[in-house]
T-cell receptor, first 114, second 113 residues
């Protein structure tokens, strides 16, 4: 069974631009969560999607948004990029929504904002 | 608020030596606990998890962890470390509101030959 895939693996953007990251979950998984990883703040939860609906959201500004499609694939969008948005963005999928189930992580997208 | 503390930022052990990585959590109810490992430039791989039942949990790659409710701890152990175990290790608790893992700051493990 293929694992979680994320595209692209690397991105370089400049301040003020926007970016879209993509995540394809493991086949049959319907929950997708996104995390931001930085050296200073560590791993922080962004949001979770299940059945095309956002079920949970972390403490990030409205510039961070996401969506999930009917095939469970998810996208994350960051608008008006800031230098502090440089991070590794990790996507995780699980079968059930809301926990009680392990999350499988993708390799991440490394975003650099110049 | 729920939180996870990994007191050791960096640990160095000799190959073949035993390893214990510490994790303390703060959570009101029975926690769902996890240990993940991350190699440079990679995502997170689940080593083991505790949901309920036996407090000694076996994982992959020869790792085990023991849940101690009285100490709010979930320490990760391995009897004999291999050079390939060098990586960063994260302890996490699942937030009861669903889907949200709360991670510790991580412990970077270096292995001396």
């Amino acid at each position: 069974k293929a694992g979680v895939t994320q595209t692209p693996r690397y991105l370089i953007k400049t301040r003020g631009q926007q970016v879209t990251l993509s995540c394809s979950p493991i086949s049959g998984h319907r929950s997708v969560s996104w995390y931001q990883q930085t050296p200073g703040q560590g791993l922080q939860f962004l949001f979770e999607y299940f059945s095309e609906t956002q079920r949970n959201k972390g403490n990030f500004p409205g510039r961070f948004s996401g969506r999930q499609f009917s095939n469970s694939r998810s996208e994350m969008n960051v608008s008006t990029l800031e230098l502090g948005d440089s991070a590794l963005y990790l996507c995780a999928s699980s079968f059930r929504q809301g926990g009680g189930d392990e999350q499988f992580f993708g390799p991440g997208t490394r975003l650099t904002v110049l | 608020a729920q939180s996870v503390t990994q007191p050791d930022i960096h640990i160095t052990v000799s190959e073949g030596a035993s390893l214990e990585l510490r994790c303390n959590y703060s959570y009101g109810a029975t926690p769902y606990l996890f240990w993940y490992v991350q190699s440079p430039g990679q995502g997170l791989q689940l080593l083991l998890k505790y949901f309920s039942g036996d407090t000694l949990v076996q994982g992959i790659k020869g790792f085990e962890a023991e849940f101690k409710r009285s100490q709010s701890s979930f320490n990760l152990r391995k009897p004999s470390v291999h050079w390939s175990d060098a990586a960063e290790y994260f302890c996490a608790v699942l937030n009861g509101q669903g889907g949200k893992l709360i991670f510790g700051q991580g412990t970077e493990l270096s292995v001396k030959p």
